[in-house]
């Protein structure tokens, strides 16, 4: 503990934007969590990320959005004065339609990247989940226009295709972000141990194997096999 908390001391002296960010980017709550598990898979985390075999296996694309092109696509196949026919109906639905038809009010005058806050304020939830078509737009509102419900879905599947790319962009952000921070972290950690003189319990394990490993040090292997008779295995289950 005391070793990690100059590691973290160290950073916050001379990088604390790399803490700071990875903090924010991850939406980090408990940054002694963060470091455990920084510290559990170190031997993965120590390697570059390999963008193309991460995003293949969870079946991402990190190809980067051009905003303007998200918000083409969704208004794609759609009228050029869909946000005024929409809001113009929901305005005669319920207290909700009218509230959420405010997020449509000008919304071709304002610029892309607000056009796309705006709309997920329409669609989503607080939470970032998409409102169930069962409740929105309201029955008042389908009845007053029975077409507004085949645009809405539109409308709105186009904007839940973005959503989902929109997704996959802040994971890969994030992955970057947490890799970026790992290697920092541990070539740090990795200084502090060697100016101490300190093995954790890690080290203990994988110098041990690489001693056995090694041709250098086939002397041990000699001396271990000439000397041993019996092994015995402590937590034999881990």
Request: charged residues 30%; proline residues 1%; glycine residues 2%.
């Amino acid at each position: 503990k005391i070793l990690v908390k100059e590691v973290i001391s160290e950073i916050l002296r001379y990088d604390s934007a790399a803490f700071e960010n990875v903090i924010k980017t991850l939406a980090v709550s408990d940054h002694k969590s963060l470091i455990d598990q920084i510290l559990t898979n170190r031997s993965y985390l120590n390697e570059s990320l390999k963008l193309d075999s991460f995003c293949k296996c969870f079946g991402l694309t990190h190809k980067s959005l051009n905003i303007s092109n998200e918000v083409s696509s969704i208004f794609n196949e759609l009228p050029k004065n869909i946000d005024q026919i929409i809001a113009k109906v929901l305005s005669r639905g319920s207290y909700n339609d009218v509230k959420q038809a405010r997020y449509l009010e000008n919304i071709r005058q304002i610029s892309d990247s607000d056009k796309l806050d705006n709309l997920k304020s329409f669609f989503c939830t607080k939470n970032g989940e998409l409102r169930s078509l069962r409740s929105f737009p309201s029955k008042k509102a389908k009845k007053a226009d029975p077409s507004l419900e085949r645009m809405f879905v539109l409308l709105r599947s186009n904007f839940s295709i973005y959503l989902a790319k929109s997704s996959e962009e802040k994971i890969i952000d994030r992955t970057r972000s947490l890799y970026k921070f790992s290697q920092k972290f541990l070539s740090t950690y990795e200084k502090i141990k060697f100016s101490h003189d300190i093995l954790d319990y890690e080290d203990l394990i994988t110098k041990t194997r690489d001693l056995l490993n090694s041709y250098d040090t086939k002397w041990v292997l000699f001396s271990i096999d000439g000397g041993i008779d019996h092994i015995l295995l402590d937590e034999a289950q881990d």
